[in-house]
């Protein structure tokens, strides 16, 4: 099967809106029955799907016989030393592998958030604290075909896309181990070169009857696949855009991002203003794009560069996310840039007046740091799988909106990337190590466990599973049996507004009576 062809599953994810609802179609099944059953298994946690009352006996037998809940499966995790961040690995059906990576932000401090969240540590060092939440990571494809030269996936190719339910399959994972509230989609592969199951997989996440995300605690992330971000803007205009830009140069970009030669950077630019103008309309007000940038040492670190960079970007309603080039297995000779050269680079960036911030890595002892997502065991025919590399590490899309609209964002940020570039590392602010069942656990199962009973102890979550938060419409008792409450409550009315127009016709008829008399 060539890798742009759609992935044929047997039996099919449960999770995939398209195929349930074709299937559905077929049978003549009211689709709403599907929603009230995704509604069980997402928000309730429900994993047979025999245990969910009121359900077509068509849709029983079609389950049964087609679908399963998952068609990947959590094969092991690993979580990094400050338990700021899990990487998942994930066997899908076929046994190719895919890494999902959560993120945990409020669990550490981090030096790169605005001013406003600035404090002093008992040793007089600056650092920003951020809410406690979790961001997952999703990666959209096996392998990625972009090649971009400094990223580790980009050496494997791309392999297959995945499917709109195996990419919400990674959300129904994470969330078994943590209550995620954010979704970015800057894993495995290029987003938009899988744009159909994208879009359909963010409706999901989106869907009030399903996963219940706001739109804008989503992020697609893209090297500017420009017919799909003008599609985007349409599509989905409410979610954010990340555009991995990484040279301001049309020359310079070519050599980093080889795709770059398909789409000029000219245009890519445009395209992201068409999406900004098309997200502050629906919106209602100003809307920015994530500019990631990686900065890799004398090849578009220097002055000159920076300068070109700012000029690019200058009066663009933007958020540029400098990150420090991790070294991963491609085969370039790219080093980190120093912190003399980072500091220089964010100095003349903003004497544009751009908004800057430089990424605060996470996970890196777990391989879970940008561009080191890759699996070695696929990329080298057999190896032991989950020894390779790891996971994106993007910075969490909620602080990066609330930079764009704080007033003091550009101060903030300036003073957020000077402490980083000064080398200041991560202070945990939760101590202690893994705890003896984590070391224990024999299997993957108990792992998570172990992991979600912690997770819950600190956020004061005592027995959820799937965290989601929707309320449903039949979560509450039935006031009669086998009626939907809603149904119920419309008797109700019709019966005290019948019972009113009969006294009021008894009332006109004793008038009369009245008169005649």
């Known amino acids: 099967m060539a890798p742009s062809m759609k992935r044929r599953l047997h039996p099919m994810p449960l999770l995939d809106e398209g195929l349930v609802l074709e299937e559905c179609t077929k049978l003549g099944i009211n689709h709403k029955h599907a929603y009230k059953m995704w509604r069980h298994i997402i928000a309730r946690g429900v994993t047979d799907?025999?245990?969910?009352?009121?359900?077509?006996?068509?849709?029983?037998?079609?389950?049964?016989?087609k679908f399963v809940i998952t068609t990947s499966k959590l094969e092991s995790f690993k979580t990094s030393a400050d338990e700021s961040t899990t990487k998942l690995l994930i066997r899908l059906q076929d046994g190719a592998l895919?890494?999902?990576?959560?993120?945990?932000?409020?669990?550490?401090?981090?030096?790169?958030?605005?001013?406003?969240?600035?404090r002093r540590t008992e040793d007089g060092e600056t650092v920003f604290a951020s809410k406690e939440r979790a961001t997952v990571c999703v990666s959209s494809q096996v392998g990625c075909k972009m090649g971009c030269t400094f990223c580790a996936t980009g050496t494997m190719g791309l392999l297959s896309n995945l499917t709109a339910g195996e990419i919400l399959e990674?959300?129904?994972?994470?969330?078994?181990?943590?209550?995620?509230?954010?979704?970015?989609?800057?894993?495995?592969?290029?987003?938009l070169d899988n744009y159909d199951?994208?879009?359909?997989a963010v409706r999901g996440m989106t869907d009030v009857q399903r996963f219940s995300l706001s739109p804008s605690r989503i992020a697609v992330s893209t090297v500017g696949v420009v017919p799909k971000m003008l599609k985007m803007a349409e599509d989905i205009p409410q979610v954010?855009?990340?555009?991995?830009?990484?040279?301001?140069?049309?020359?310079?970009?070519?050599q980093i991002v080889p795709t770059a030669k398909a789409w000029h950077i000219d245009r890519i630019m445009a395209a992201m203003d068409n999406f900004i103008e098309h997200r502050s309309q629906v919106a209602s007000r100003k809307s920015h794009v994530l500019i990631e940038y990686v900065l890799i040492d004398n090849v578009n670190s220097s002055e000159e560069v920076a300068h070109q960079l700012g000029r690019l970007l200058e009066g663009r309603e933007v958020i540029l996310n400098v990150i420090p080039y991790n070294p991963t297995d491609v085969p370039h000779d790219y080093k980190a840039p120093s912190s003399e050269t980072l500091e220089k680079f964010n100095a003349v960036l903003r004497e544009y007046d751009l908004r800057t911030i430089v990424r605060q890595e996470l996970g890196q002892d777990v391989n879970a740091a940008c561009g080191q997502l890759v699996i070695s065991s696929q990329r080298n025919n057999g190896a032991t799988a989950g020894t390779g590399g790891g996971a994106c590490q993007p910075t969490d899309i909620e602080d990066m909106f609330q930079l764009g609209r704080s007033d003091n964002s550009n101060s903030g940020?300036?003073?957020?990337?000077?402490?980083?570039?000064?080398?200041?590392?991560?202070?945990?602010?939760?101590?202690?190590?893994?705890?003896?069942t984590q070391a224990k656990a024999q299997t993957t199962a108990e792992k998570v466990e172990a992991m979600r009973n912690r997770n819950d102890a600190r956020s004061g979550v005592a027995s959820q599973r799937l965290k989601t938060t929707i309320r449903t419409t039949d979560a509450q008792e039935r006031l009669i049996a086998g009626l939907d409450n809603r149904v119920t409550y419309a008797l109700i009315v019709f019966f005290v507004l019948a019972g009113i127009r009969l006294l009021f016709k008894l009332f006109l008829i004793s008038q009369q009576h009245s008169k005649q008399q």
């Open 413 to 436: 940020a300036g003073d957020a990337s000077s402490a980083t570039a000064r080398g200041s590392s991560l202070r945990r602010r939760v101590g202690g190590q893994a705890t003896d």
């Open 49 to 65: 799907v025999e245990e969910i009352p009121e359900l077509p006996k068509a849709l029983y037998k079609l389950v049964k016989e």
């Open 240 to 254: 954010g855009l990340a555009l991995s830009l990484h040279a301001p140069t049309q020359e310079l970009r070519a």
């Open 197 to 200: 199951a994208v879009v359909m």
């Open 98 to 118: 895919v890494e999902t990576v959560i993120m945990r932000y409020g669990r550490v401090e981090l030096r790169n958030f605005p001013s406003d969240r600035q």
């Open 170 to 191: 990674q959300l129904y994972h994470a969330n078994t181990v943590e209550k995620i509230r954010n979704v970015v989609f800057m894993g495995m592969g290029e987003p």
